[in-house]
């Protein structure tokens, strides 16, 4: 396939992005790049997303956390002015994203939830291809090129085709290309998805360099509950609504404290002086012991701060303590305590591994 081969995907791109340079928009509010307020858009009937209001600061790292169908491709999609939202109001680098859609578009990028590369070209063309379309100056772009293949760790396979890379590398490389254009915001959905752990964590260690190198907000959305921790401020959304935004800091707290775990000589002691002694009521469940089939007897409490109670249990305590555990409520405690369910990955990550796959054959 050619480069004219992919003229759809890319004259695509192209008008999304529209052309021209940064510029910036009447100013926003101080400090906000992205301002939405009571966004809407109905499917039918279906509120897939569902007056949703917040603010995203200039380079903060905003993520969108929920589980499939929550609604965070379709909140993308009409932030990048893909999609028309039903009602509610939003603005991007001061431009409003229904009547000012051109310069919204010259202010994005994005790396769409499925690869948009073309598997024939090799990664510079690819990203060449892409600044030429945004009439990035011929000058400026193989430059350019050099310095997001640099970033991402592609330099060396740069003039190999992207039909030869891993499933992390394209990734990589979309990033890359969301960037040759100098964008204000860049859009990832889903930037991780399918990618074996380490990858992922390969992913992020370029978002959060990204924010070192260039002067830009980066908005994504991940059903990972983990991954969710690299961003400075996250929104959960479930059944198209906001149910809780703060920083990842914030929200676990919001649980209550750290969760201390101890294994003790005799169970029922500790659980009825940790009461008496320290005012905590201790839970008694069972923990897998490391021998097969040893489950054993446990005591958990939540304390607001586990590193400074820890050793103040140990010592007061008469009971023998077997072992002892402190952790922080991760953010599957907070999203569980907000909606009553667990965001499941499994279902999700097969169906997007199908999807991708399917797209992947008829791309060839
Ligand atoms: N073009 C569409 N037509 C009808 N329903 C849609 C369309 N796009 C998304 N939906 C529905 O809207 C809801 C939110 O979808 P989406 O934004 O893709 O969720 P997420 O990205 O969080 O997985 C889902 O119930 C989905 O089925
Ligand atoms: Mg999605």
Known sequence: MSAAGTGNDVAAAASLYGRGNRNAGSSPAAGAIIEVERLTRDFDGLKAVDEISFTVGHKEIFGFLGPNGAGKTTTINMLCTLLKPTSGRGTLNGYDIVTQQDEVRQSIGIVFQDPTLDDQLTARENLEFHAMLYNVPREEREQRARRVLEMVGLTQRAGDKVETYSGGMKRRLEIARGLMHYPHVLFLD???????????????????????????????????????????????????????????????????????????????????????????????????????????????????????????????????????????????????????????????DKKDMMRRRFRARRMR
């Open 190 to 348: 889903e930037p991780t998805i399918g990618l074996d752990p380490q990858t992922r964590s390969s992913i992020w260690e370029h978002v959060h360099e990204l924010k070192q190198q260039y002067d830009i907000t980066v908005f994504l959305t991940t059903h990972y509950m983990d991954e969710a921790e690299n961003c400075d401020r996250i929104a959960i959304i479930d059944h198209g609504r906001i149910v809780a935004l703060d920083t990842p800091g914030n929200l676990k707290h919001s649980v209550g404290g750290d969760i201390i775990t101890l294994r003790a000589d005799d169970t029922q002691a500790a659980q009825r002086e940790i009461r008496e002694k320290f005012g905590f009521e201790a839970s008694i469940g069972d923990v897998p012991g490391e021998a097969a089939g040893a489950a054993q007897e446990s005591i958990r409490l939540e304390v607001p701060n586990g590193r400074t109670m820890l050793p103040q249990l140990v010592r007061g305590l008469s009971t023998e303590i077997l072992s002892v555990s402190v952790r922080e409520p991760t953010l599957d405690d907070v999203f569980l305590s907000l909606t009553g369910r667990q965001i499941r990955e499994e279902a999700g």
